[in-house]
């Protein structure tokens, strides 16, 4: 129990598109979703807070409008990289928490996004 | 601020080796602390730890919490060269940060056969 998907989960695009990266509870509903970035051999910088219905709560730093981010449902948040650069090429991961076990966060594969 | 730090951020061993690796931290509103391994992918949970003193243990893993000198260790006997990984510890605090992990820097750990 307790799958996080995520997709894609390696994405290359060009600098100025914008790439969506979905985040999904495959067997558990999540009243919040996390999103996280890490550099290569880096640890986990959070970006956001995602909470079912409600806006996200960015972290500082974190450009709300460039991240944006939907929670549309009790098992499904998505991240949007909006006009991506060669600087938001990173590893992006999500991870939900489930309602009855809101300290434990399961953690999904992983989003590997290259902006050429 | 809240503030995790790990140490030592790299480690290179041989097989049969015991590791020990720490997480010392700064927070208010303490709720628990959490060690994660990650290898290419996600993190994968290792242990939560709320409580001062009690070891938590799985397999050749061990890790216990000091919430007096504010920090944890996690334990590697007997290494393998697949225990090579980033060791992550992360915090979860009360109040409105609930549920939020706050994530230290991470151990790199190598183990050479």
């Known amino acids: 129990g307790a799958v996080v998907s995520q997709h894609p989960s390696r994405v290359i695009c060009k600098s100025g598109t914008s790439v969506k990266i979905e985040c999904r509870s495959l067997d558990f509903q999540a009243t919040t979703m996390f999103w996280y970035r890490q550099f290569p051999k880096q640890s986990l910088m959070l970006m956001a807070t995602?909470?079912?219905?409600?806006?996200?709560?960015?972290e500082q730093g974190v450009e709300k409008d460039k991240f944006l981010i939907n929670h549309a449902s009790l098992t499904l948040s998505t991240l949007t990289v909006t006009s991506a650069h060669p600087e938001d090429s990173s590893f992006y991961i999500c991870?939900?928490?489930?309602?009855?076990?809101?300290?434990?966060?399961?953690f999904g594969p992983g989003t590997r996004l290259l902006v050429l | 601020e809240d503030k995790v730090v790990q140490s030592p951020l790299s480690l290179v061993v041989h097989e049969g080796d015991t590791v020990t690796l720490n997480c010392s931290y700064e927070?208010?509103?303490?709720?628990?602390l959490l060690w994660y391994k990650q290898e290419k992918k996600a993190p994968t949970f290792l242990f939560m730890l709320t409580s001062s003193g009690i070891e938590k243990k799985s397999g050749r893993l061990s890790s216990i919490l000091d919430k007096k000198e504010l920090f944890s260790i996690l334990n590697i006997t007997a290494t393998q060269t697949g225990d090579s990984a980033i060791y992550l510890c992360?915090?979860?605090?009360?109040?409105?940060?609930?549920?939020?992990?706050?994530f230290g820097q991470g151990t790199i750990l190598t183990v050479h056969p």
């Open positions: 995602s909470n079912e219905g409600s806006k996200a709560t960015y």
């Open positions: 991870s939900a928490s489930p309602r009855a076990l809101q300290e434990t966060q399961y």
């Open positions: 992360a915090l979860t605090t009360g109040g409105t940060s609930y549920g939020k992990l706050t």
């Open positions: 927070v208010t509103n303490f709720r628990s």
